[in-house]
């Protein structure tokens, strides 16, 4: 059949729209007609060019929300009309790692999907004959899209498409690393670098767990406002103050219990380290950065502990219906974060939006 995409031809170009092949879904697989997709930073990260995993032409996009119209082969739990959201972490359920219950990561695609292929190597997309890559396993920047069935998440119909998109990343990645990865208890303290798409999830999450101070760190002041409106007690612009993490250690009698960076700058994730309380504090890597980062084996020594978060721990098949819900009882708020909806059209406008900062995520419809 064919589909309309948005294509990244080569790295630092604009996005271009055009009509794709794409192959029926095979065994295991499933067509996704795609109703909505945000755009989120790693979008933007790998077609700068800074993934050093990226292939081109790729069909980006990870972040989306849409109807299964044809299964293939084998697929069992899933059939023509459910609503699903792509999981660019998947859940075969059967794995070492999805056996463990101390991770979230499933190994059925690990190597195939970094490599921009299905799982038998090949790519269901095609433009004039040249295959086009798929993206995180997801490839939402396209109308339709073919997925494997371990990685959708099955979401109850009468959520809107154009909003539970978002819990298909930013959403999930930003509550699921407070709540499911660092595992926040009420009265902590907490700091947050960047209060983007990620970073005022990471605020949402705090203010559910019950945190007590809730310190958000960035650039663009234009980020205060919201970021307050969602639970955030207290700003920091870094280019107010010298030594950003000795500021944070002194606001809060020592250091944070807590800190997040939401980024993808490797000296904030060193900040966010160094602002940490000895003793017990945790500092959590959500950022991506193509960089190696630096840190003091006293850090450790002193008790700090440094993790990171994939898809904010959330175990999609199974955790993601639950934050569909979460959304659809007013537990948790996504409309507000959804700054504007525009046309498949207009997608390289959401890409330089972001890279001005304004506004939060952009919602892509088809
Ligand atoms: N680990 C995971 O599963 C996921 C990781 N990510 C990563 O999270 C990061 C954030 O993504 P989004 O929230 O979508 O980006 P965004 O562009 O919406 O937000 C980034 C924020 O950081 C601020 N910022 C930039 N440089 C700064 C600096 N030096 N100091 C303080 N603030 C600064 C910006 O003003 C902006 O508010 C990206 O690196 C993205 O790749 C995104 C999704 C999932
Ligand atoms: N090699 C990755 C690069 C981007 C990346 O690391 N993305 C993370 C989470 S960030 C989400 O917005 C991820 O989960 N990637 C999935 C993976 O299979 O690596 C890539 O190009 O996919």
């Not at 064919?2 to 029926?24: G, S």
């Amino acid at each position: 059949m064919k589909t309309k995409a948005a294509v990244a031809f080569e790295p630092n170009k604009p996005l271009e729209i055009v009509e794709l092949d794409l192959a029926a879904p095979r065994k295991g697989e499933v067509l996704v007609e795609i109703v909505a997709s945000g755009v989120c930073h790693t979008d933007a990260y790998t077609l700068d060019g800074r993934n050093p995993g990226g292939y081109f032409p790729v069909v980006l996009g990870h972040e989306g929300a849409g109807i299964v119209r044809e299964v293939g082969g084998n697929v069992h739990g899933l059939k023509p009309g459910d609503h699903v959201i792509p999981l660019y972490t998947p859940e075969c359920r059967e794995c070492d790692l999805c056996l463990h219950p101390k991770t979230n990561l499933c190994s059925a695609l690990l190597e195939t999907q970094a490599r921009g292929v299905m799982p038998d190597q090949t790519s269901r997309f095609s433009y004039e004959g040249r295959p086009v890559y798929h993206y995180m396993g997801c490839s939402t920047f396209s109308n339709f899209t073919v997925v494997p069935e371990i990685a959708l998440a099955k979401i109850r119909k009468d959520a809107p498409l154009d909003k539970v998109c978002y819990i298909g990343c930013g959403a999930t990645t930003g509550i699921g690393a407070v709540i499911f990865t660092m595992k926040v208890e009420a009265g902590a303290s907490v700091a947050v670098w960047g209060l983007g798409g990620i970073g005022l999830n990471v605020i949402q999450g705090a203010k559910m767990a019950g945190a007590g101070r809730i310190i958000g760190v960035d650039i663009n002041p234009a980020k205060a406002d919201l970021a307050t409106q969602f639970g955030m007690t207290d700003f920091v612009n870094p280019r107010d103050v010298d030594d950003v993490a000795g500021h944070l250690r002194e606001m809060t009698g020592g250091g944070l219990d807590y800190t997040f960076e939401c980024i993808g700058n490797v000296d904030a994730m060193r900040q966010a380290m160094d602002a940490c309380h000895i003793g017990w504090g945790e500092s959590c890597v959500i950022g991506v950065d193509g960089n190696e980062f630096t840190g003091h084996p006293y850090h450790l020594l002193y008790g700090r502990t440094w993790k990171g978060t994939m898809f904010g721990g959330a175990r999609g098949r199974t955790d993601v219906p639950k934050i569909v819900d979460w959304y659809m009882d007013g537990k948790i708020d996504i409309d507000e974060l959804i700054t504007r909806t525009l046309p498949l059209e207009k997608i390289n406008t959401a890409f330089d939006l972001m890279h001005q900062g304004d506004g939060i995520r952009s919602v892509i419809t088809y």
